[in-house]
């Protein structure tokens, strides 16, 4: 499922990131931070999907 995961996070972070805790702090900072750029937001996405 992890793998899934990564491939939703690459294509559209926040997804990534709402599939994995839902619609809490890590989904808006997701946001933000795919809104200021498009790598911060793959990264972050894949980095919470790996620590849980």
């Known amino acids: 499922m992890d ?3 990564i ?4 294509i559209l972070p ?3 990131v709402f599939m994995q805790v839902g619609l809490g702090l890590h989904f808006w900072l997701n946001i933000l931070l795919t809104i ?3 790598v ?3 990264i972050h996405a894949v ?5 849980r």
Not at 7 to 10: D, G, K, P, S
């Open 47 to 51: 980095w919470i999907i790996l620590k």
């Open 36 to 38: 200021l750029g498009y």
């Open 40 to 42: 911060p937001g793959i």
């Open 3 to 5: 793998v899934l995961r």
């Open 7 to 10: 491939l939703v996070a690459i």
């Open 14 to 16: 926040p997804v990534g």
